[in-house]
């Protein structure tokens, strides 16, 4: 048997490394991994966001062996579609019209619709945002109508079933829309979950919008279920994706074999895609807004805004009308 020499192990102090940064403290669980990002909208306008970057490998395996999913800590490239369509176009559009109708006439036109746009859906409006993560997309919107003295939504809600990120969209629309009064709820998609935590609000929206939210095929059905229970009739679902969900085939097929199965489901819960002859400023024949559109208008755009790349990666936005 051995002996252990107690004597020695009495001189000997244990200090252990203080690994507190890296973890969660007890009061702010998540604030302290978080960065602060700035997105210029134009016009001197900056939204400031608590986020982080990108997401670590550990996050990845989580999410990819269904442990967590830590995707709404960063602002994806299905909200920067997003933005440039709904909320910096507009803006920039509604502060700079003079010099630019005599500088191109279809450049202005063009802008001007993005303009015309985003104020029949949001302002005054009843909207909803579901898979929100930091709030970015929906945010930006309401800063753009802020800035560009437009009216405001009558009503915003944010939401999501993370809690850890409705504390961080909580957070980013205090310090970014300060006393502009808007809800920040848990809202976890598919009919029962919706029915469950939202009885008194279904049907009660007039635009609902998603971004970056089809990474994972499965959420589909219950993404469409929850839009179709919350937006009113008439009213309006915008989705900016990007395809990242795995569909069986072939690489350069995904983009219209994902949004194949988007249309599919839009109209398994009665909803109909909008396109060039409803007034939606996309190509003839196309049910999308692509970045190819805007490219082409050569506009200035804030340095986060790569057009090429959202051109590149297939992102686009596609809206449907509730027809039931
Ligand atoms: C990739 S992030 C996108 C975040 C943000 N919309 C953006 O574009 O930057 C997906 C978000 O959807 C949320 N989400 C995923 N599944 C959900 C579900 N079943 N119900 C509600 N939210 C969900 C996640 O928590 C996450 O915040």
Redesign the pocket.
């Known amino acids: 048997m051995l002996e252990s020499d107690n004597s020695k192990d009495q001189d000997v102090e244990v200090i252990e490394e203080d690994w507190s940064q890296f973890g969660p403290s007890s009061d702010n669980p998540m604030f302290d991994y978080y960065e602060t990002q700035k997105f210029p909208l134009g016009q001197g306008v900056e939204m400031k966001l608590q986020c982080v970057e990108s997401l670590t490998p550990l996050d990845m395996m989580n999410l990819s062996n269904g442990i967590s999913?830590s995707?709404?800590n960063?602002?994806?490239s299905?909200?920067i579609m997003?933005m440039v369509y709904f909320a910096i176009v507009p803006l920039l559009q509604s502060t700079s019209i003079d010099s630019l109708e005599e500088e191109n006439d279809v450049k202005c036109e063009k802008m001007k619709s993005l303009q015309n746009l985003r104020d029949n859906l949001f302002t005054g409006k009843r909207v909803l945002?579901?898979?929100?993560?930091?709030g970015?997309?929906l945010m930006a919107v309401v800063l753009s109508c802020l800035h560009s003295k437009a009216d405001l939504p009558h009503h915003t809600v944010f939401?999501?079933?993370?809690e850890t990120?409705l504390k961080l969209c909580e957070q980013n629309c205090k310090s970014n829309l300060g006393a502009i009064n808007v809800s920040v709820e848990c809202?976890?998609?598919?009919k029962e979950?919706t029915i469950k935590s939202h009885k008194e609000k279904l049907y009660s929206f007039d635009t609902v919008i998603?971004?970056?939210?089809l990474?994972d095929l499965s959420?589909l059905q219950?993404l469409f279920e929850t839009a179709s229970l919350m937006v009113n009739p008439g009213g309006i679902f915008i989705l900016?994706h990007v395809p990242r969900a795995s569909i069986d085939c072939d690489l350069k097929d995904i983009c219209s074999s994902l949004e194949s199965k988007i249309l599919e489901q839009s109209r398994l819960h009665n909803f109909k895609v909008l396109g060039h002859e409803n007034g939606i400023p996309v190509e003839v024949g196309d049910y999308a807004l692509r970045p190819k559109w805007l490219k082409e208008l050569s506009i200035d755009l804030p340095d986060f805004v790569d057009l090429g790349e959202l051109d590149a990666i297939g992102a686009s936005i596609m809206m449907f009308k509730n027809v039931k």
Do not use: C, M, Q
Not at 187 to 190: A, D, E, F, K
């Open positions: 999913d995707t709404g960063r602002v994806w299905g909200a997003f945002e579901l898979g929100t993560g930091t970015s997309s939401t999501d079933n993370d990120v809202l976890g998609w598919g979950e998603a971004t970056d939210v990474y959420a219950p900016a």
